[in-house]
């Protein structure tokens, strides 16, 4: 599966613009998480959507670790208590079930891949990444 290089830039181009309009102020973000939303970012030019939404919630619980100095907070209640959005609960939800397999009833399967992935699945990747800006950026020093 390869993806269009004017799609590819396209998405890295939005993927600037949401960065630039979030950036208000002097932020903290650590080498490990830019690393993640780096990494994040290429999934999300190459149309990998399951994994920019399984990234999105890896990469705010690093960043809220690192901001609240807490090893030991379960990511749920990490997650309710520092993200000052909605819809937490929904995304990382939806992470758990690509990342804990029910083989009752299984979120994905080779179909939703190689279709380029469900419009709908698009969707939520795209609401995961602005999710995940948002987290970087809601908390300026300056």
Excluded at 56 to 71: G, K, P, Q, Y
Excluded at 90 to 105: F, G
Aim: glycine residues 2%; hydrophobic residues 40%.
């Amino acid at each position: 599966m390869t993806v269009d290089i004017d799609v590819w830039q396209q998405r890295q181009v939005w993927i600037d613009e949401e960065l630039e309009q979030a950036e208000k102020g002097g932020h903290i973000i650590s080498e490990y998480v830019l690393a993640l939303f780096m990494d994040m970012s290429l999934a999300y030019c190459a149309g990998a959507w399951v994994s920019v939404i399984v990234m999105s919630v890896t990469i705010m619980d690093a960043h809220f670790r690192e901001e609240t100095m807490d090893n030991n907070t379960r990511t749920a209640k990490l997650l309710r208590d520092n993200y000052e959005g909605e819809n937490i609960d929904w995304l990382r939800e939806l992470r758990n079930k690509y990342v804990h397999h029910n083989i009752d009833n299984p979120v994905i399967d080779t179909e939703d891949c190689f279709c380029l992935q469900s419009k709908k699945t698009e969707r939520e990747a795209t609401t995961a990444i602005r999710m995940v800006i948002k987290a970087l950026f809601q908390n300026p020093f300056i």
